[in-house]
């Protein structure tokens, strides 16, 4: 899973035998695209994880309210969790391996997966209030909403699928990864989880569980009273939607998306905000070292390039005269070398003298020159000279004495002395002696020459960037390196997503009418789906969470998330008939309301991650699914022909037992 982990450990390992630890007032951070992904790989592992087991835990506690009862919890999570390790397993079979898109695969398992057997239990619950045996129970659920659950995990599981066409390949293995656990998920829910309820059949209710339009009436009567209201204000907010776009944006940093407390993505941006040079640069391809200086003289000239290097930009110009200083400077600053060409340590009685030469010379200053501020140091320093002298003279062996003098004094000096040394020794420079290193990354064996080009300014927006590399390849079309790579993949994304929008809304639109052969009920089950769509691309430009490489897969899951409920309530509506209650005072509806809070229980985990892309695919996944709920279960119902009756009209015999206990629950479908 993290390839790079050993040897980034044994690079810690060795900096710590070497003494580069704080403890010494040094500091070893590492950071590169190896380090970077490494850090990045691990984090989102015990991440994902962490939010799959956070939201287990979460949508463990929603169905409670709905359902009420121990066993119906009991055999609704075990379902699930069974459901998980079967579609774990296929992930193993199928794929292999997990990317860091796909590993988000378990939360939205976890969501859907138990939106399945809520639908399923809270009708067969419903059935068991009115009487019926658990057989019997049994049999009108399957009957009733299977076929519904059957047509939402197909739906659903197409959304999905939809991914899996696309040229982005992280997308693709999570949508054949979660299009697949939703149809083992509906396997489960119609197979295994009424086998578990048949172990032990858990009793009737205890009178039928308080309704959505009991508790909120004034709500569930608004799509049915005003409807037109209801229209024309959905339309008015969907409309907006053409002025937010604009202000969309896509930031394709692949360092966005990452934990910014990580460190090695600290590391990078402190060593970008202190460097003059962008590590997002292009390289081209020249066939020789003559045409690669041409084209570098027509990158030069771009307002979009800051600059251009190529293998004889290594090679120094003016040499001689550069050379010619060097020799002054050697000259004046160098010491005589030894017989061996070497240079030659100091003895420990040159370095007497030389104590005692520099007292002589104090003295003499101090004798010549007027008392200043800097005279009672000098007679100190001359005085410490002096009696450190003495000391000396006391010593059988001076040496030791004198390297640790010189250690305190001078510390780094002589080597860095010697370095400059070697520096003065710098002869001509072309292009047959640069390094091997160098040259190889330069220059390829047959001849051709790489052209590496810089930006001018700065290129943290995506408008910049693709300014940059659409600048360089008008001169020259075929370049790579990271700025083409990131702007590339941004745009291979945009079109790969747009493909699976398009293509989930189209599958899902033939399979409805393939089934129901009904254009009206399509589109009323399109509809909300489009809408919650616009509105959560105006709530992304509020709430200011951009679209990134993560989290822009959010508006294709939607689809194929929200589908189910749309599903459901056109269903449970054309089971009615026209003139009955109102929908919203269905156990359909309490269905989608409780399988949606479990989705923003799942969903919302991932948006306390500290990675910045699995947060924000969070974030919008469970704004995206608020507003789904809202289109369902306010917008839909005043698009829903059929003469629908608010509470104001149920009769008044009906009304005044409601006053003494909640209304009776409809059959969930």
């Not at 994902?48 to 087991?53: H, N």
């Not at 909403?145 to 066409?165: N, W």
């Not at 390849?473 to 493909?499: D, H, K, T, Y």
């Not at 698009?639 to 005044?656: E, Y």
């Amino acid at each position: 899973i993290q390839p790079a982990g050993r040897a980034i450990r044994e690079i810690r390992r060795i900096a710590e035998n070497l003494g580069l630890t704080p403890d010494n007032g040094v500091t070893v951070r590492l950071t590169g695209d190896v380090a970077l992904s490494d850090e990045e790989i691990g984090l989102v592992k015990s991440q994902a994880a962490a939010a799959a087991l956070g939201s287990l835990v979460l949508v463990s506690i929603v169905p409670a309210f709905g359902l009420r009862s121990f066993r119906m919890i009991a055999a609704v999570l075990a379902t699930l969790l069974v459901g998980l390790a079967l579609n774990l397993g296929f992930t193993t079979l199928a794929v292999g391996h997990l990317n860091m898109i796909s590993a988000a695969f378990a939360v939205l398992f976890i969501g859907l997966g138990v939106e399945l057997e809520i639908h399923f239990s809270m009708r067969y619950q419903e059935l068991l209030a009115k009487g019926h045996s658990h057989a019997t129970a049994l049999y009108e659920t399957a009957g009733d909403v299977g076929t519904s659950i059957f047509l939402t995990a197909v739906a659903t599981a197409i959304g999905f699928f939809s991914f899996i066409p696309t040229h982005f390949v992280g997308v693709g293995e999570l949508g054949l990864i979660s299009g697949a656990g939703i149809l083992i998920g509906f396997l489960c829910t119609v197979t295994l989880l009424p086998a578990l309820l048949s172990l032990r059949p858990p009793p009737a209710p205890d009178g039928e569980p308080r309704s959505f339009a009991w508790t909120m009436q004034r709500l569930a009567d608004l799509p049915v009273r005003y409807p037109s209201a209801v229209r024309w204000s959905a339309l008015a907010l969907a409309l907006c939607t053409v002025f937010v776009l604009p202000k969309v944006r896509f930031d394709n940093n692949p360092l966005n998306v990452r934990d910014p407390s990580a460190e090695s993505v600290q590391t990078f941006a402190d060593l970008l905000a202190g460097s003059t040079t962008s590590p997002w640069t292009v390289n081209a391809i020249a066939p020789d070292a003559a045409s690669a200086a041409a084209l570098a003289e027509r990158l030069r000239a771009l307002d979009v390039v800051g600059s251009v290097v190529t293998l004889a930009d290594f090679v120094p110009e003016e040499q001689q005269e550069k050379r010619g200083i060097i020799e002054d400077v050697a000259m004046f600053s160098a010491p005589a070398p030894g017989p061996d060409g070497q240079l030659l340590a100091p003895t420990a009685q040159q370095k007497i003298e030389a104590l005692e030469t520099l007292e002589v010379e104090i003295a003499h200053l101090l004798a010549e020159g007027e008392p200043g501020p800097l005279t009672p140091a000098a007679e100190t320093l001359r005085g410490g000279l002096r009696r450190y002298r003495e000391s000396l003279a006391a010593l059988p062996d001076p040496s030791t004495s004198l390297e640790e003098l010189q250690e305190e004094l001078l510390g780094a000096l002589p080597e860095q002395l010697r370095i400059l040394s070697r520096a003065l020794e710098a002869g001509a420079v072309t292009l047959e002696n640069l390094p091997d290193a160098l040259v190889d990354r330069m220059l390829a064996a047959d001849g051709r020459v790489r052209v590496e080009i810089f930006p001018k300014g700065d290129l943290s927006d995506h408008a910049s960037l693709a300014a940059f590399v659409d600048g360089v390849r008008e001169v020259v079309p075929e370049i790579a390196g990271s700025a083409s790579e990131i702007v590339e993949s941004g745009r291979a994304v945009e079109r790969a997503l747009s493909q699976a929008l398009l293509t989930a809304l189209g599958a899902i639109t033939v399979v409805l009418l393939l089934v129901w052969r009904r254009v009206l009920d399509t589109a009323l089950v399109l509809a909300p789906l489009l809408l919650a769509s616009a509105f959560t691309v105006q709530a992304a430009v509020f709430l200011q969470i951009p679209f990134n490489f993560a989290d822009v897969i959010v508006l294709p899951l939607l689809i194929g998330i929200g589908v189910d409920a749309a599903i459901h309530m056109v269903h449970r509506a054309r089971a009615m008939g026209e003139g009955a209650v109102n929908l919203l005072t269905t156990s359909t509806a309490r269905a989608i309301a409780y399988g949606s809070l479990t989705n923003v229980a799942s969903f919302g985990t991932m948006g306390l991650a500290s990675h910045l892309g699995l947060a924000t695919m969070g974030q919008l996944l469970t704004v995206g699914v608020i507003l789904t709920l809202v289109c369902n279960l306010i917008v839909l119902p005043a698009l829903i022909p059929g003469g629908q009756r608010s509470a104001a009209q149920v009769p008044r015999r009906r009304r005044r037992r409601a006053t003494v206990a909640p209304p009776r629950r409809a059959g969930s479908g």
